[in-house]
């Protein structure tokens, strides 16, 4: 088991990665369980698969489970729900100092820590994800929120977990689509600032996505190390620094409002496509060869994920995606800064895009 502190000064925390960790719950949460009754939050899915072995250590070790089982996909992320989920808890007579514990993908993730961040003016709160995306990128760092009728993730708040705990035991249950989902948000980090990294997916990705269980720790800890490090250095994502982690999502948001934030384009899928598009603009903005933006779309390719706009078929223009990056949070009195590459490794925040530039960069990718 790799055991990543996420050492930030308001509040430090362990991300524990291994395979087993589910049925050996109630050990790796001691003394954070003080009352006989656990709530935990959950989806349909994670449930059926899941479920027995979490009750079955909670059960053994003299604890009775309180399950919310909410329904799968995105649409969970919402007010509604939100308000039901806080009443559960309230109903629950869930304390500051109880910890509520997220079963469950970045939807489930996002939705409960927001839920603990305003119960009773912020309780704790265990993140245990069950997706290869969750395992690196949305469990760590306290971003947590919900989606609205203007854009994704435009309602929430920073609340750090008290927990976290990857089993690479889930991702032997994940569909390939959402294990290759998750992939994105690991590549991510050799992109960003660790060129050695992205080689190292490039030699391993393939075996690594097929089940070698050593490889996927070492993917899953080597990327919880890179969040951890960011965030421990910018928590509130106020120096640019957090930031970085970004890379891909401004183009990948406006792919999902396109496409409804539906099944039709997966948020890891949305990012993949999104990194791909920065190195292209990048490249054409003359900041990094040609030939390196297309070694990075080359590699999402490869391992299965979409690095065409074309492919997506969607009835817009650049105009229509650009549209809905003025929803995004990132906006500056009117300036939206892009996540850009010199270079594999070597991503930097520009705050000068033309707005009108990406509309004319998008077309050409659509008829590419």
Known sequence: MAVIRVDIASRPYEVRV????????????????????????????VHAAWGPVVEASLRDNGHEPHWRILPPGEATKSWDELAATVNWLLGLEVERGDHVIALGGGVIGDLTGFCASVLKRGCN?????????????????????????????????????????????????????????????????????????????????????????ALREYAVAHSVAAKARIVAEDEFETTGRRALLNLGHTFGHALEAETGFSQ??????????????????????????????????????????????????????????????????????GTLPFLLLKGIGQTYLDKQVSLDDVAAFLDEELAR
């Open 18 to 45: 291994g395979a087993g960790l589910l049925a050996e719950l109630v050990p790796h949460c001691r003394g954070k369980l003080r009352k006989q009754g656990v709530p935990i939050v959950t989806d349909a899915n």
């Open 264 to 333: 039709r384009l997966l948020h890891g899928e949305a990012v993949a496509l999104g990194m791909v598009l920065a190195a292209r603009y990048s490249a054409r903005a003359g900041l990094m060869p040609r030939a390196t933006a297309e070694h990075v779309a080359r590699h999402i390719a490869d391992v299965g994920l979409p690095a065409s706009l074309r492919a997506l078929g969607m009835d817009c223009d650049g105009a229509g995606l650009v549209r809905h990056m003025l929803h995004d949070k990132k906006m500056d009195a």
């Open 125 to 213: 709160f265990i993140q245990v994800p069950t997706t290869l995306l969750a395992q690196v990128d949305s469990s760590v760092g306290g971003k947590t929120a919900i989606n609205t009728p203007a854009g994704k993730n435009l309602v929430g708040a920073f609340h750090q977990p008290a927990l976290v705990l990857a089993d690479l035991a889930v991702l032997e249950t994940l569909p390939t689509r959402e294990l290759l989902a998750g992939y994105a948000e690991v590549v991510k980090y050799g992109l960003i600032d660790d060129a050695d990294f992205f080689a190292w997916c490039d030699a391993n990705a393939g075996r690594m996505i097929a089940g070698d269980g």
